[in-house]
C-alpha cells in the first residue's frame, strides 16, 4: 500500500495562512490520478476540501473556494494545499487523498486509494 505523507500543519490566528503539502513515499503506485485533501472536525465527519486531477483540473468545496489553492508536481508525486484567509471553523484534521493504478503482478493494471495520517490545522479567534 502507498505511504502519504503530510505536513504544514500548525497554529495560526484567523485570517493567516498555511500551505499543506503531500507526499506519496512509495512505488506502489505505477501512476496516481486524482489527489485531494479532506478534513475533519472534532465530532463532524470527514469532509472534501479540495480535489486535483493529474492534468491539473481542480475543484473545490464550497467554504474554502476563494481561499484554499491546490496544486500538484506529478514528477515528485507530491500535492499543496495553500490556506489562505484562515478561520476558526477551518480548525481540523487534514488528510491527503491519492487514487491510482497500480500492476496486479499478473500483467493487469487495478485502481486503489491511500489516506494520509493527517495533519492537525488549528486557527484561533
Known amino acids: 500500500q502507498e505511504q502519504l505523507v503530510e505536513s504544514g500543519g500548525g497554529l495560526v490566528q484567523a485570517g493567516g495562512s498555511l500551505s499543506l503539502s503531500c507526499k506519496a513515499l512509495g512505488n506502489f503506485f505505477s501512476i496516481i490520478h486524482n489527489m485531494a485533501w479532506y478534513r475533519q472536525a472534532p465530532g463532524k465527519q470527514r469532509e472534501f476540501v479540495a480535489k486535483?486531477?493529474?492534468?491539473?483540473?481542480?475543484s473545490y468545496a464550497t467554504s474554502v473556494m476563494g481561499r484554499f489553492t491546490v496544486s500538484r508536481d506529478n514528477r515528485q508525486n507530491m500535492m499543496f494545499l495553500q490556506m489562505n484567509s484562515l478561520k476558526p471553523e477551518d480548525t481540523a484534521v487534514y488528510y491527503c487523498?491519492?487514487?491510482?493504478?497500480?500492476?496486479?503482478?499478473?500483467?493487469?493494471?487495478?485502481?486503489?486509494?491511500?489516506w494520509g495520517q493527517g495533519t492537525q490545522v488549528t486557527v484561533s479567534p
Open positions: 486535483i486531477t493529474r492534468r491539473g483540473v481542480s
Open positions: 487523498y491519492v487514487e491510482g493504478d497500480y500492476p496486479d503482478g499478473e500483467g493487469d493494471v487495478e485502481s486503489a486509494d491511500a
